[in-house]
């Protein structure tokens, strides 16, 4: 087996007339590895997308989609995509959905039809689509994204609207299909979202990348304070504060930041004044912080 990547993106920008909706990102995507393109609305993901598809022409840069060039035929059987908000008609089954999805991309229907059962809505494949939930369209999605065993699945905001349970199945499913040698790149607005379900993230801030790795690796280079809150025993925050430092909080507590090599310290000093501290909480760096810190950083970098 190969290790080249399947998906190969370097240098790419891609304009709208005078807007750069792409500038200058590169990425790769391996089998059997999920990497999750996160960003605010607007960021260029569905953009990104659509350049991998072919729809879009670049200005610079380069893609290979298993070594062929976008649009192309050998492309095109490799990649496969579930647009963002897709839509099926309302008054189809889902099993005719798959079967007209089956027959555009020239693959046996019933193989297809076997995909409603890998998604989980094998139960519904006789039901029309305009009663399905939203989770059940986007199971429907994946299932077309899956005909013909792609080994590149773009996935444009596939949890988006989901509820937690829906979304954890959906990603469950996601895990599978990378498992069995797919490369995934889905997109999402929600670093807290992609957790554990993506090997790595790549971060886009009006169109530029301003983050890429793996998440714990981002998250230690971000180097974001752990927040440490004293709350006194019967005395004021003031009284607090005077002895130990920190900043003041409302009433009778005290906060102080501190990086991870600190902390015992920081912790050990709180304890040496254990006749007016009645509680200690320690809260490391929350993943949504990592991503304001990302994005601030594209965003300073845009102002500079
Ligand atoms: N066809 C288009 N014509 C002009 N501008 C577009 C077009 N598609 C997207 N854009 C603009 O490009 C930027 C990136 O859009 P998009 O890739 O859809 O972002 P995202 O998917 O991250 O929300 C946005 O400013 C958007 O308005
Ligand atoms: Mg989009």
Known sequence: MSHDPVLDIAGLSVAF?????????????????????????????????????????PEAGRISVAGAAPGTAAARRTVSYLPEAIAFPRALTGAEVITYFA????????????????????????????????????????????????????????????????????YGLIDTIAAEGAAVLLSSHSLTE???RTDRIA????????AEGRLADLASAAALPTVVRVKAKAIDGATLQARLGGRRLNGRSVEFDCTPGDKLA?????????????????????LDDVYRYYSGLGAAGEAA
Do not use: C, W
């Open 17 to 57: 007339g005078s807007l750069k909706a792409l500038s200058d990102v590169s990425l790769s995507v391996a089998a059997g590895e999920r990497l999750a393109l996160l960003g605010h609305n607007g960021a260029g993901k569905s953009t990104l997308f659509k350049a991998v598809l072919g729809f879009l022409k």
């Open 103 to 170: 027959k555009l991309k020239g693959e046996p229907p019933a193989k297809a039809k076997a995909l409603l059962q890998t998604v989980g809505i094998a139960d519904a494949a006789h039901r029309r689509v305009g009663t399905y939930s939203k989770g059940m369209r986007q199971r429907l999605g994946l299932a077309q994204a899956l005909i013909g065993r792609p080994s590149l699945l773009l996935l444009d905001e596939p949890t988006s609207g989901l509820d937690p349970i829906s979304r954890g199945e959906f």
């Open 194 to 196: 992609v957790e554990a």
């Open 203 to 210: 971060i886009l801030v009006k169109g530029r990348r301003v």
């Open 266 to 286: 920081l912790l050990a000093r709180i304890a040496s004044h254990s006749d007016i501290v009645a509680d200690v909480e320690v809260s490391p760096p929350h």
